[in-house]
């Protein structure tokens, strides 16, 4: 049930922790944003107003998302991709290939920039 | 790269601010206030791909019962699903420009939406896989390279994770032909240089019309959407692709073929760009198949999108 202050997203799961708001900043254009913390406030005007004191006083920042803690939906991890997904698809990773590669003599494997997971 | 924050984002409405912002490095996000002729042309780039991903996911899932060993079966299962995931990361991009996945379906079952040149084909034995593959890899690395630097940020940060993903299609496509041209049957090298005859062509071609005859290049890069022509990217693929088939000892099979250190660019024989645009236009050897099976499943899986809908 929505109290007062949240703007009530119809969410199953646990009871709402009505009144706090999550504070996200992007600093830059080209970066994604961030998750600062969080501010109680009793509702999403006076939240802006917090997160502005709180966080934003000193940075200069370019947006910022304040979101209703129990507008969040939480994806819990899963322990099969942690485990045996991720162990058995080494070869996802460039670092499975260059060996091979070298071993059977092609010496010159490029290097793709794009960075391992 | 420019931040925005010393880039003053535009005014809503204000589109000769707009194109300012963008020409000076300026990015967009979704929910900006964008031009209609920006959001037009982000939204042609991102479909064109986004429908190029889920038909290039036929040519290897048609082979999958077929691989002949369980290793290289689980990786090209991997690469049907990331190819499967990008379709969807690219629709949903799309759908935030206005235009929607079953629009995009719908119009290329129409006839009305163009799909690129390289899936208008298939493979037609099993040793053309790898080096097929390395070649669409390879072109869609350096092309994505090239689209990453572009303004509209959803598409961008869309590209950062398959580019991710596509780097793992070619070093496994790269090591797949090596283990074919060093340890394969002179049936199966034979098939690989095959391979290479027939795909080299449609992936030179694969990046679109040259610069002087393209209708797309002057928009794309006036909104700073694309960052390089056609003929550049091509010419990177070349600087790319030449050394890593040198080492898997191919010839890539164009005669013409040479750099010229003067002119610093790669000398080539230009596609039969007549026949290209007919093979996009349908004339391809498998765009009928391809379109047919697509129908079958998009009439069969329909109830899904009813039940979504009814929801």
Redesign the interface.
């Known amino acids: 049930m929505p109290t007062s202050g949240t703007v009530g997203c119809a969410m199953s799961g646990p009871p709402p922790e009505a009144g706090i708001y999550e504070v996200f900043i992007r600093f830059r254009r080209e970066q994604p944003f961030q998750h600062a913390g969080s501010v109680r406030a009793a509702d999403a005007e006076l939240a802006r107003r917090y997160a502005q004191d709180v966080f934003l006083r000193r940075d200069r920042y370019l947006e910022v998302w304040v979101v209703p803690r129990e507008c969040i939906v939480k994806v819990e991890r899963d322990p099969w991709l942690d485990g045996v997904k991720f162990r058995q698809t080494e070869y996802r990773r460039p670092s499975y290939f260059t060996p091979r590669l070298r071993a059977r003599g092609f010496q010159k494997v490029p290097a793709l920039s794009v960075g391992e997971e | 790269?420019v931040?925005?924050?010393e880039v003053r984002l535009p005014a809503p409405g204000d589109v000769e601010a707009f194109a300012a912002y963008v020409a000076a490095g300026?990015?967009v996000?979704a929910g900006d206030w964008m031009p209609e002729e920006y959001r037009a042309e982000a939204v042609r780039i991102v479909s064109f791909q986004a429908l190029a991903e889920v038909i290039g996911t036929l040519l290897f899932a048609e082979w999958l019962p077929r691989i002949a060993s369980v290793h290289r079966k689980?990786?090209l299962t991997?690469k049907v699903q990331d190819e499967t995931g990008h379709g969807h990361i690219l629709m949903r991009v799309a759908e935030d420009l206005g235009l929607t996945r079953e629009q995009i379906m719908e119009e290329y079952l129409a006839g009305r939406r163009k799909l690129l040149n390289a899936f208008h084909y298939g493979f037609d034995a099993y040793c053309e896989l790898p080096i097929g593959a390395l070649l669409q890899n390879s072109a869609a690395?350096v092309q994505f390279r090239s689209l990453v630097k572009g303004s509209y940020?959803p598409y961008?940060?869309a590209l950062?994770k398959i580019?991710?993903?596509?780097?793992?299609h070619?070093?496994?496509a790269?090591?797949w032909t090596?283990?074919l041209m060093?340890?394969g049957t002179p049936r199966q090298k034979a098939e690989v240089e095959a391979g290479l005859v027939k795909w080299w062509p449609i992936i030179v071609a694969y990046f679109g019309p040259p610069d002087a005859a393209s209708v797309h290049t002057q928009p794309a890069m006036r909104w700073r959407l694309k960052v390089n022509t056609n003929d550049e990217v091509r010419q990177a693929w070349f600087s790319?692709i030449v050394?890593?088939l040198q080492?898997?000892g191919l010839t890539p099979p164009d005669p013409k073929l040479r750099h010229d250190p003067e002119l610093g660019r790669w000398e080539y024989t230009e596609p039969d760009w007549a026949e290209v645009r007919a093979v996009i236009n349908g004339a391809g050897p498998r765009s009928a198949y391809w379109k047919e099976l697509i129908r079958r499943a998009y009439e069969r899986d329909g109830w899904v999108r009813h039940v979504r809908a009814a929801a």
């Open positions: 790269m931040s925005a924050v300026g990015l996000d689980r990786i991997a690395i940020l961008v940060r950062r580019m991710r993903e596509e780097s793992f070619f070093y496994n790269l090591d090596h283990e060093t340890a790319f050394p890593v080492g898997l």
